[in-house]
């Protein structure tokens, strides 16, 4: 089943040039069901290259969705045109005065984690929405930066600086196949990260309301949830294109850091060969796994039941 969304949103023919299915929200008006209402807080700095992203992953379920995309309103971001935002996204503050509630709610990441939480431009209103969603959202989905701002608020679990920026393609375990979010995993599978932080994973383990499902030798915990699902924690980039990572990459040398190239990554350890795409099954089958066990079959057919 497709995700519906505007005809005009960037993604719409770019998910299409791919046989991906998607669906206008004129189309969708039209069909004797109720989709699931999904918001998507996007705090990445390009944003379209994001939506597209996590919509492809998405539309690869057999759900039905709804798909909202916010931001924030305590700072403007600088890598998205202005015209794409007033037409295609909505504010945290507007959503909150409309009394809406979701089945579902993704937070992506942001190249914010060198920063103290209390100091990034807008952590008041993700706390805010954080708060917010604990009785208007039915399960949370938190990726990268945000899964670490996530197990920070609501366990007190702390982050740590990395000497040095952890990027690249890394091999994890699969601890628990038994769990829903990781039905139909390989005992092994590979996924990128991109951060220069990394959260308490001792604390993670030590946490009772807490399960750590997979993990890697190299990048740390990889994906980790609540017991009763209303929280998953997604700490690399699954969602990322083949060559997301070298764009980074290109944009990091460019600015002069002193940043190494992508472990395990370029094909050859050729810089600037991109490798084929080795994670996006998996990926796919996690986005889909949440939106059915820990979404679709858990959220009230009355949405406005959540609490």
Same mark, same amino acid.
């Given at each position: 089943?497709?995700?519906?969304?505007?005809?005009?949103?960037?993604?719409?023919?770019?998910?299409?040039?791919?046989?991906?299915?998607?669906?206008?929200?004129?189309?969708?008006?039209?069909?004797?069901?109720?989709?699931?209402?999904?918001?998507?807080?996007?705090?990445?700095?390009?944003?379209?290259?994001?939506?597209?992203?996590?919509?492809?992953?998405?539309?690869?379920?057999?759900?039905?969705?709804?798909?909202?995309?916010?931001?924030?309103?305590?700072?403007?971001?600088?890598?998205?045109?202005? %015209?794409?935002?007033?037409? /295609? =996204?909505?504010?945290?503050?507007?959503?909150? @005065?409309?009394?809406? #509630?979701?089945? &579902?709610?993704?937070?992506?990441?942001?190249?914010?984690?060198?920063?103290?939480?209390?100091?990034?431009?807008?952590?008041?209103?993700?706390?805010?929405?954080?708060?917010?969603?604990?009785?208007?959202?039915?399960?949370?989905?938190?990726?990268?930066?945000? %899964?670490?701002?996530?197990? /920070? =608020?609501?366990?007190?679990?702390?982050?740590? @600086?990395?000497?040095? #920026?952890?990027? &690249?393609?890394?091999?994890?375990?699969?601890?628990?196949?038994?769990?829903?979010?990781?039905?139909?995993?390989?005992?092994?599978?590979?996924?990128?990260?991109?951060?220069?932080?990394?959260?308490?994973?001792?604390?993670?383990?030590?946490?009772?309301?807490?399960?750590?499902?997979?993990?890697?030798?190299?990048?740390?915990?990889?994906?980790?949830?609540?017991?009763?699902?209303?929280?998953?924690?997604?700490?690399?980039?699954?969602?990322?294109?083949?060559?997301?990572?070298?764009?980074?990459?290109?944009?990091?040398?460019?600015?002069?850091?002193?940043?190494?190239?992508?472990?395990?990554?370029?094909?050859?350890?050729?810089?600037?060969?991109?490798?084929?795409?080795?994670?996006?099954?998996?990926?796919?089958?996690?986005?889909?796994?949440?939106?059915?066990?820990?979404?679709?079959?858990?959220?009230?057919?009355?949405?406005?039941?959540?609490?």
């Amino acid at each position: 089943m497709p995700v519906n969304i505007s005809a005009k949103l960037p993604a719409f023919s770019a998910l299409e040039r791919e046989n991906v299915f998607v669906m206008s929200a004129d189309r969708a008006s039209m069909q004797d069901i109720r989709p699931l209402e999904i918001a998507i807080l996007n705090l990445m700095p390009n944003k379209i290259d994001t939506e597209t992203q996590l919509l492809r992953l998405i539309a690869n379920s057999p759900l039905q969705s709804d798909i909202c995309l916010l931001r924030t309103a305590s700072y403007d971001p600088t890598h998205t045109p202005k %015209a794409h935002l007033d037409a /295609f =996204y909505h504010t945290f503050d507007e959503v909150k @005065a409309s009394g809406a #509630k979701f089945d &579902g709610l993704i937070i992506t990441g942001a190249p914010v984690e060198t920063l103290e939480f209390c100091d990034v431009a807008y952590w008041h209103e993700l706390a805010d929405v954080m708060e917010w969603a604990k009785h208007h959202v039915y399960s949370t989905l938190y990726i990268c930066w945000a %899964a670490q701002a996530g197990v /920070f =608020y609501r366990y007190g679990i702390g982050k740590r @600086a990395l000497s040095r #920026k952890l990027s &690249g393609i890394f091999e994890h375990r699969t601890l628990d196949k038994t769990n829903p979010l990781t039905r139909g995993f390989d005992d092994s599978f590979r996924a990128p990260h991109s951060r220069y932080t990394e959260s308490d994973s001792a604390a993670m383990h030590a946490q009772a309301d807490l399960k750590v499902l997979a993990e890697s030798d190299e990048a740390g915990v990889y994906l980790c949830c609540s017991t009763d699902l209303r929280h998953v924690f997604v700490f690399g980039h699954g969602e990322y294109d083949a060559d997301t990572l070298h764009n980074e990459y290109m944009r990091d040398s460019a600015k002069g850091l002193d940043i190494a190239p992508p472990q395990h990554y370029y094909a050859g350890g050729v810089i600037g060969a991109v490798p084929p795409m080795s994670w996006r099954a998996h990926e796919s089958l996690l986005i889909g796994n949440w939106l059915n066990y820990c979404v679709y079959q858990e959220t009230p057919y009355d949405i406005g039941k959540i609490s």
